[in-house]
């Protein structure tokens, strides 16, 4: 691998981690190519052939993912988890979610049961399919 890509994965590794980490903050790809020090069309190109998806839907997938983990073990509202993991609105979230999941946060909840398994294998195990 040359010196070249190996310094391109890094700073798209650096933008990914950051949208690991602030997925529930408001996260633009201009935002995200700061943080990766290129331009925002360069970073949406190179991200995509990096990691198989475009910036906004790996951060949609991301906030997906943590709301399901809200919606299995916890009893609070879908309305508070969508405001908690970054969607500005029930709307946009549910349908992102049925989008990414394949039913509705409701119909989820009603059938997911909180396993009595390490949460490492349950993330896993019930990630979603890109």
């Given at each position: ?41 360069h970073f949406a190109r190179t991200f995509r052939a990096t990691f198989g998806e475009t910036p906004h839907r790996y ?63 349950t993330m896993a195990w019930m990630r979603p399919s890109v």
């Amino acid at each position: 691998m040359s010196r070249a890509v190996e310094e391109t994965n890094r700073r798209m590794l650096r933008a990914r981690d950051a949208m690991d980490r602030f997925y529930a903050q408001p996260l633009d790809v201009p935002a995200l190519a700061r943080i990766a020090h290129v331009s925002p069309a360069h970073f949406a190109r190179t991200f995509r052939a990096t990691f198989g998806e475009t910036p906004h839907r790996y951060l949609q997938r991301r906030r997906v993912e943590r709301a399901m983990f809200l919606l299995r073990e916890t009893d609070r509202s879908i309305t508070d988890i969508c405001f908690e993991v970054g969607f500005g609105s029930p709307g946009t979230f549910s349908r992102t979610f049925r989008d990414v999941v394949g039913r509705s946060p409701r119909e989820y909840r009603k059938q997911a049961v909180a396993l009595d398994v390490p949460t490492c294998f349950t993330m896993a195990w019930m990630r979603p399919s890109v």
